[in-house]
């Protein structure tokens, strides 16, 4: 029972959170100001309305009483103007006629008697404006009727002082029973019941209105819940142009983009594994034949080499992944300097000479121009080193690679070429992917036992390294003729003033 209690509780309380209730109660609070305004706009001008046809009405039996006064009628007899017959008589059932004298006693009345009359009189004598003909009072009196029993109702009073050569004599007061107070009383029930009435409607058509206005939110926040790593190719696909369906468009494209990265992530870890399997494989296979019976030295050589090249491999594979990794999560300091690109280019060819020379490759410096850029050294020196490795690598022995560095259209340009076998045009779009080889057999899952067979990584690197340094790498190659690899990298403008770090991830992004 307290869990149902709370459990109403707190879905009260999100209720009244909600925007939907907010937005509500946001509308219905501007209608109440503008109903409130109208209401005593139209309160006002039917009051005055009623109030002037009252008044109206009332100086017309005021001037048909003080014309009866001045009748030869009147004067000659002792006729009253209640005894008068007929529609026209200037007093009619329920009026009343009094005669004050200046104090408010009264003198002489004619009509309907008030009971207890004195107060009253006092108040009317009070209300008389001296400067003005006619003064209008309003009131609710008791009016004795049938058995002298006193029964209340509302008269509208006109007063007027009489004087005569300046002296004042009195009053003369005309009462005629009125419904003014009621009317306006009327009135101001039905335009507030009108109101509340509307109110309601308002607030239960705009909760009924920002529910269904909000139900698209709902449904986004209940698919953004329901989403997790393993369904993220849920979409919310919403129709139409509104707010909510861009909204749910961009949540659609960022889910996309999600499942997209753990896609990467995924396949990422999968390559990663497999290309670790190989080599472990191959080191378990070659100890467990060397281990299984009493081996000759040599045999025991070759099987220590095997384990070797492989262990040679798999710690290029982790070193590889670790600079990946490294890349990926922002953790590569970039230390900036003024750096010379035909300098590195000369020491990366004599870095990879000895190895160039092993393969029977001629690997040779074409047009070195010196140009300055601004760049990490290390990682410059190991993307340069990346390419030429290639280039030796895929070339057969008699080929050659050749390593340029030139000015071009305001951008310091390095270009590594081959006369290697090429890479298909199929595979060219890939080659700066993750893992990709173009031609598997030509790496060690051919059997190849050479050292520097590849893992797919290298020129994912060489592009994260440009990209890091603001520039751009592209490739053109023709199967059996060559590659040529162009990388631009914006012009060093002035000399570096100071070293500056920058993680890696800031420029690529
Ligand atoms: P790997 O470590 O396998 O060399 P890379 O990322 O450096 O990986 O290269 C990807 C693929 O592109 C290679 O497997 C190879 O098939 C192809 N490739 C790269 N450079 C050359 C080149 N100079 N000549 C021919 N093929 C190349």
Redesign the pocket.
Known sequence: MKTRVQAAGQGLAAFLHSVRFRITLWFVLILAVVLAAFSFFIYGMQTRDLQSDAVGHMQDKFFRIMTFFRSPAWQLSELSPTSVPGNDAPLQKGDLLIFLDPYGAIQQRWGETISAPDALMKELVGAADQRSALSIYEQVVPVLGANNVAVKSDYLFLITPVTRDGVALGYVVVGSPSDLIGQQHRLAASLLLGSVGMLVLAFLGGLWLADRAMRPVADIARAARNISEHDLDQRLNMRGRDELASLAGTFDGMIGRLQAAFERQRQFVADASHELRTPLTIINLEVGRALSSRRSAPEYKRALETVEVEGGRMTRLVNDLMTLARMDSGQAILQFTDIDLSELASSAVERLSPLASDRSVQLECGNLTEVHVSGDRQYLLQMIS?LLE??I???GAGERVRIDVVRKDGQAVLLVS?T????PPK?LPA?FDRF????KA??HNGGDDDESS???????IVSWIVRSHGGSITVE?RVNEG?VFEVALPLLVSPQPARENITASDKVR
Request: glycine letters at 24%; charged letters at 20%.
């Open positions: 990346n290639n280039g690598k895929y070339g081959d290697g076998p090429g890479i595979d080659v990709y080889r173009a031609d030509r790496t590849g893992n797919g990584l290298g020129l994912s190659s590659t």
